[in-house]
């Protein structure tokens, strides 16, 4: 989508610390990290939030928890744990409109939050 900042990572327009790719999802490093190890999965498809999942495109998320599990390996943090937190919407506290999960961990982190 033109102007979404996550498309534009996706194709290279803006730079990032790719983690993983294949041909339906791009993995990256947060640039404002809430822990030691912070990462966001995404579905190279320009799906705007949660709300925008349907029985034609949800397949992804199961996509997405997997290349997660192999992630959280790959970083050493899959014996410690981690959390997993999709924002959906404005009390959610979504502020970039392209689906996306974040993967922390590499710390004990609180709950509930704020
Ligand atoms: P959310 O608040 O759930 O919409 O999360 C958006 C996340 O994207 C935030 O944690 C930002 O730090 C992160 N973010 C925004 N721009 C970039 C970027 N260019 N590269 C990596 N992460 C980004
Ligand atoms: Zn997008």
Known sequence: MGDCIFCKIINGEIPSKKLYEDDKVYAFYDINPEAPIHFLVIPK???????????????????IFNVI???AKETKIAESGYR??????????????????????????????G
Not at 45 to 63: D, F, T
Not at 87 to 102: A, K, M, P
């Open 69 to 71: 599990n192999k992630l």
């Open 84 to 113: 997993i937190v999709n924002n959906c919407g404005q009390d959610g506290g979504q502020t970039v409109e392209h689906l996306h999960f974040h993967v922390l961990g590499g710390r004990s982190l609180q709950w509930p939050p």
């Open 45 to 63: 498809e320009h799906i705007e939030s949660a709300n925008a999942l349907n029985e034609n495109n949800v397949n992804i998320v199961a996509h």
